[in-house]
Structures are given as C-alpha cells and as structure tokens.
C-alpha cells in the first residue's frame, strides 16, 4: 500500500518493528528539537555547500574551541643525534667560504683568553653564523634534510662539546617531529612552509616579490579569497544559528499566548489576552522584524560564500597550471623570510640583550619545562586562553571568530616575545596573528604573554584605525596615560599591565591601577570561573562583579 513504510527506513527512523502512519502518535516539538541531531554533528567534516573541508594543518577551523592537551613534553628515550663524534663536521660540511669563515671566528673565540679579545670575536660569530644559515637553509628546508644541519639551524647548537653532557641530554630530550596540527613552528619548519607556499610570507617594508613570481602573486590572491569563503562561512553558519534561536524564542511565545482559562460566567468561552500576553504580541512583532532583517542578512552570506568559493576554485586550478617546475621550493621567498627572522630575533633580544647565536654553557641554564619547545608553548597557550576569554578571537559583524595564532619559536636568548603582524593585510578576518618567542628566555610565561599583549595591543589599534588614540581599547587606555602624565612608549606600558592582569589580578593580587583594572576587566574579560573565584576576594573585584550583573540585567529589557 501507498501508506506503508520500507521496515528498513522504519528501523533506521527510529528502531519500530511495526509502524503505521496513520497510528503514529505526534511527537511534540520539544521532543522533535532534542531528537534531531546538530548540522555540526552531522555534517561538521563539510563546508555550508556540501563540499569537504580542508581540514589540513595549515587551514583555519573556527569551529575549534580550544587548544587539544598536550600529553607527551619530552622524547623517550632521548635522541642521541648530539652524540656523533661527525655531528660539526656534518653540519658544515659542504658549505663553501661560510663554513669555512664560522669555523675560523669560532675557534678564536673558544681560544681567546683576553676579555677584549673575545668580545670582537663573539661579534664576528654572530655575522658568520648568520651568513652560514643563509647559506645552508637549502639543504634544511629539503624533504630529507641533514639532520646536523637542522638541529643547528633549529636549536642555534653547533658543536655540542660547548655544552656539558647534562645539558645536551635536555636538548635531545625535545621532541623531535612535528605531531601535532597547532600552528606552533621551530625555524626551520617555519622556513620550509614559507618556501613550498604553504604559508603565506611574513609583511615587511622592504618591496615585495616581483610581479612575474606567478606562484607567490596567486598564493597572496588564495589566502585573501580563503578569507572572504572562510568568513562568509562562519557569517552564514552564525546567522542561521541566530535564526534558530529567534525561532525558538518565538515558538516559545506562541505557546504562552495560546494557554487561555475560561472567561468568568462563560462555558468553554477562552477569555481575553491578559496584559502579560499583549505583551508577548509586541515582543513577537519584534522578533518577526528581526528574523527578515536575518533572513536578508542569510541571503547577501551565501552568495558571499558563493562567489568567494568560485574564485578560491579558480585560483586553486591556476596554481596547479603552473606545473611542477614553479612548484618548487621558492628560495628567494625563504631568504627574504630568513631576513625577517633575523629581524624578530634581534627584536626578541633587545638592545642590550644577549645577541651571541649558540648554545653554551656559559649561557644556557634552562631545564626542559623552561625552554620554549613546541609542547611547552602549546601548554603556554591554553593556560592563558583559560584566563583571558577572548584572547584568540578576533569579532567580525557580531560574531567572534576563535583564531590560533602562529608562533615561530626562534633560538635565542631574548626575554621578550613579539607579535610581528596582528592578521594578514590581505585577510584581516581569519588570518593567523604570528607571535615569535624565544627558546631561552628567563621566563617562559612572560616571554609568551608579553608577545600575546602586543598582538592584542595591535590587533585594537589596527581596528580603531586612525582613531586608536580616542576609541577603543587602545583610545581607552591612552587616555587614561595622558591623564597620569606618563613618559615613554604607551604600548610598552600596556604590555606590563596586561602580564600583571593575567598573572597577578588573575589570581587576586592586585597590582593595577583601579581605573586600568575597570578597563580591562570591561575589554580584556577574564574566563567567568575567574570572575567567579574572584568576587569574593575583595571590594574591588566584587563591585565589578556587580557592574556586570547589572548590565546583564538592563541588556534583557
């Protein structure tokens, strides 16, 4: 019969061995809403159009919402590459002049006794080094890289006798291969993604790449319509969520608006609209406006997606054209890169830092949890997300897109990280601030907020445009250093007093100036779980607590 149901389909359904149509009792739709499974669920491996996500180390998920933990910080058992006897001469091996000149410079400076001596001859160390690695990354960044050569570029060690025993154990205890999909990157894997185009060079001031480098002119085209689909896609999936929402809300009204008793000295006469319920019909009418101004809002975001898809399509189909000769390692891209480098490095280090290149023990006192590796930093982060709520994310039109930054972890003993660009100029919406941080500092936590501080310092600056000084988080607290009279760059102080909210306000040590602190406790929110636990604390935190419950309060009429 027309009526019945294939008992597959009906087990499949809902598991009933006999089913009928017409005996089939109405499911509520409360019942219907919990039952039926989530888009994410379902589909959360597809884009909005049916198509699979590139879900590749290198492409931006924003429907992650933390970092994953971190299980193993150390290699077990140790790698024994530092116990070659050949290890320096492998590493130097076939590198011409450089090689040559790294080797001179650093045997003089291993045999100066004179202070005055040594200290020209550190500095010649320093310029023969980097040339070396200029001239080496070839070999580094290649598919099957010279070990030696990248452990060199990597961890700035050259000859490990310079180390003792013990602290070469700490080096080869770093976990060696990247197994993990976060975007935290040692140099030379930093360099040999920049180089194969898998990411995008870093913004400098220097001239770009010329205008006949096909490959590198497309990939900066690529990322910025990657940016447009990935921002459109988030826009539509965020106001169809919004839909729902308002949907539901406005189910919920009908419902109330339909329960009538009966009118007084009247049998089964429903009796009129109570006040409460007129009021609902308002409320209703609101929700109806809402929902067309959604609905257009839906409509103007997939045929952004749309149109930003094709054009990711085309540019892909170019790319692949170019055959396989262009899609080769661009070394003038990774050497304009490595310049860049060096210029964090140096930024990283300071003024009066110390610049010297290698590991040594004279310099190097670190154990494994204070040395920046990959998993320590990716530990680093996390904890920070769990204090400041919104320290990854970057709001567009209402929405908060959550974006892991990339960190490049550079072999230096510099005390300060750094944010070198806050997104891409060519993708402003989902492109990755890149944080560099160095893998000696004194102080782990402080080297990785501090470079955290200045990309949230940037990011607002660049938001509020040619109006940082009077909106926004930066217009907020420049005001406030104008009126305290403070001498010096704004910026460096905003840095301090962010490390002090997220290490000392954080846990209820309080160290800010009162109207800093109600700035940031507004702008820079903690995690709720932190406002909760300090609440109790003392007034300050209290009274802010309040401020909050009232705004929550008056934002619901």
């Known amino acids: 019969m027309a009526d019945e149901i294939d008992p597959e389909i009906a087990a499949l359904i809902g598991g009933i061995e006999e089913y009928s149509p017409k005996s089939a009792p109405k499911k509520s739709s409360s019942l219907m809403s919990s039952a039926e499974p989530s888009f994410e669920a379902?589909?959360?491996?597809?884009?909005?159009?049916?198509?699979?996500?590139?879900?590749?180390?290198?492409?931006?998920?924003?429907?992650?919402?933390?970092f994953e933990r971190v299980l193993d910080f150390e290699q077990d058992p140790p790698n024994k590459f530092f116990e070659d006897p050949q290890y320096y001469q492998k590493a130097l091996s076939?590198?011409?002049?450089?090689?040559?000149?790294?080797?001179?410079?650093?045997?003089?400076?291993?045999?100066?006794t004179d202070p005055k001596d040594r200290g020209v001859y550190r500095q010649q160390v320093v310029v023969t080094f980097w040339n070396l690695i200029g001239r080496m990354m070839?070999?580094?960044?290649?598919?099957?890289?010279?070990?030696?050569?990248?452990?060199?570029?990597?961890?700035?060690?050259?000859?490990?006798?310079?180390?003792?025993a013990e602290k070469r154990e700490i080096v080869g205890r770093i976990i060696y291969e990247k197994k993990r999909k976060d975007p935290v990157y040692y140099i030379d894997e930093w360099l040999r993604n920049i180089a194969i185009g898998n990411i995008p060079p870093s913004s400098t001031d220097e001239v770009r790449a010329a205008q006949n480098d096909d490959r590198t002119r497309f990939a900066a085209l690529l990322n910025k319509a990657s940016g447009k689909r990935d921002t459109a896609e988030a826009l539509l999936k965020a106001r169809a969520d919004e839909r729902s929402t308002l949907e539901q809300s406005l189910r919920d009204r009908l419902d109330l608006l339909c329960q009538h008793t009966s009118m007084p000295g009247f049998l089964h006469v429903p009796a009129p609209y109570t006040d409460s319920q007129k009021k609902i019909m308002g409320e209703m009418t609101e929700i109806f406006r809402k929902l067309?101004?959604?609905?257009?809002?839906?409509?103007?975001?997939?045929?952004?997606?749309?149109?930003?898809?094709?054009?990711v399509d085309s540019?892909?189909?170019?790319?692949?054209?170019?055959?396989?000769?262009?899609?080769?390692?661009?070394?003038?891209?990774?050497?304009?890169?490595l310049d860049t480098v060096r210029q964090m490095t140096?930024?990283?280090?300071?003024?009066?830092?110390?610049?010297?290149?290698?590991?040594?023990?004279?310099?190097?006192?670190?154990?494994?949890?204070?040395?920046?590796?990959?998993?320590?930093?990716?530990?680093?982060?996390?904890?920070?997300?769990?204090?400041?709520?919104?320290?990854?994310?970057?709001?567009?039109?209402?929405?908060?897109?959550?974006i892991e930054p990339f960190v490049v972890l550079l072999p230096c003993y510099g005390d300060t990280g750094i944010c070198w660009e806050p997104f891409d100029r060519f993708n402003r919406h989902t492109s990755r601030s890149r944080l560099a941080i160095p893998m000696y500092p004194r102080k782990l936590r402080i080297a990785l907020v501090s470079a955290v501080a200045d990309m949230r310092w940037q990011a607002a600056k660049e938001k509020a445009s040619h109006y940082w000084m009077q909106e926004g988080l930066t217009g907020q607290y420049y005001q406030?250093?104008?009126?305290?009279?403070?001498?010096?760059?704004?910026?460096?102080?905003?840095i301090e007093d962010y490390i002090t909210w997220v290490t000392k306000e954080s846990d209820g040590i309080q160290k800010l100036d009162k109207n800093v602190r109600a700035m940031f406790w507004r702008l820079i929110p903690f995690q709720q779980d932190v406002k909760d636990r300090l609440r109790d604390r003392s007034f300050a935190y209290q009274e802010l607590y309040q401020r909050d419950l009232n705004k929550a309060m008056s934002d619901g009429y």
């Not at 491996?45 to 290198?58: A, C, I, L, W, Y």
């Not at 609905?295 to 952004?304: G, N, P, R, W």
């Not at 540019?315 to 890169?337: H, S, T």
């Not at 204090?387 to 897109?401: A, E, S």
């Open 138 to 164: 070839p070999k580094v960044i290649a598919s099957r890289p010279i070990v030696p050569k990248q452990l060199l570029v990597r961890y700035g060690l050259a000859l490990p006798t310079m180390l003792p």
């Open 346 to 402: 140096k930024m990283c280090i300071g003024r009066q830092g110390n610049h010297f290149p290698l590991l040594a023990k004279e310099y190097f006192h670190l154990n494994l949890r204070e040395i920046a590796t990959r998993e320590n930093i990716i530990e680093e982060l996390a904890w920070l997300e769990s204090i400041d709520q919104q320290v990854y994310c970057r709001p567009y039109k209402n929405t908060l897109n959550r």
């Open 292 to 311: 067309s101004s959604l609905d257009k809002e839906l409509i103007s975001a997939a045929d952004a997606f749309d149109l930003a898809a094709r054009e």
């Open 94 to 112: 076939n590198e011409g002049e450089e090689a040559s000149r790294f080797h001179e410079t650093l045997k003089k400076f291993l045999q100066a």
């Open 42 to 66: 379902l589909f959360g491996g597809m884009s909005v159009d049916g198509g699979v996500k590139q879900q590749g180390e290198f492409s931006i998920d924003l429907s992650k919402s933390a």
């Open 480 to 494: 406030w250093f104008l009126g305290q009279k403070l001498k010096g760059d704004v910026k460096s102080y905003f």
């Open 315 to 337: 540019l892909r189909d170019k790319m692949g054209a170019l055959g396989e000769e262009n899609a080769a390692a661009n070394l003038q891209v990774m050497a304009q890169e």
